[in-house]
């Protein structure tokens, strides 16, 4: 009988042992995080009025070589914004430049803020990201 017991003892500690083991293992599985759905930049779009058609540009500057396109007057979407070369126009003065897709078609080019109307020349910093 002692042959048993130190055999059923031995089968409980293997046992045991391997559902610990079991444990052990699923406790260090982690399921890879499921990859976050391909976040469109229309989530971080910001619409925003601008008062007079502007180029646009490749760089946030003012400089003729950095022309891209045009962004007419009326509601545009913005990306976000940085700082550049200081502008003057509309009445303004600024050198903060935003992120957007122009109206010929130029995708991730640049605009002045100073031609935004009011409220978005006094809060566009505060409702973009910075890029």
Request: aromatic share 4%.
């Given at each position: 009988m002692p042959?048993?017991?130190i055999r059923s003892g031995?089968?409980?500690?293997?046992?045991?042992?391997g559902l610990?083991?079991?444990?052990s293992e699923a406790a260090a599985y982690q399921p890879e995080p499921a990859a976050p759905a391909a976040a469109g930049q229309a989530a971080?779009?910001?619409y925003l009025n601008t008062v007079v058609d502007q180029w646009s540009h490749w760089t946030p500057d003012w400089h003729n070589e950095s022309h891209a396109g045009t962004?007419?007057?009326g509601q545009s979407y913005f990306f976000c914004y940085t700082y550049g070369l200081t502008y003057s126009g509309n009445g303004h003065t600024s050198s903060v430049w935003l992120r957007t897709d122009d109206d010929l078609g130029?995708?991730?080019v640049y605009v002045s803020d100073v031609n935004l109307d009011p409220y978005g020349f006094r809060y566009d910093v505060n409702l973009?990201?910075?890029c």
């Open positions: 042959t048993r017991t031995l089968l409980a500690v293997l046992a045991t042992a610990l083991a079991g444990a971080s779009l910001v962004l007419y007057a130029n995708r991730n973009l990201p910075h």
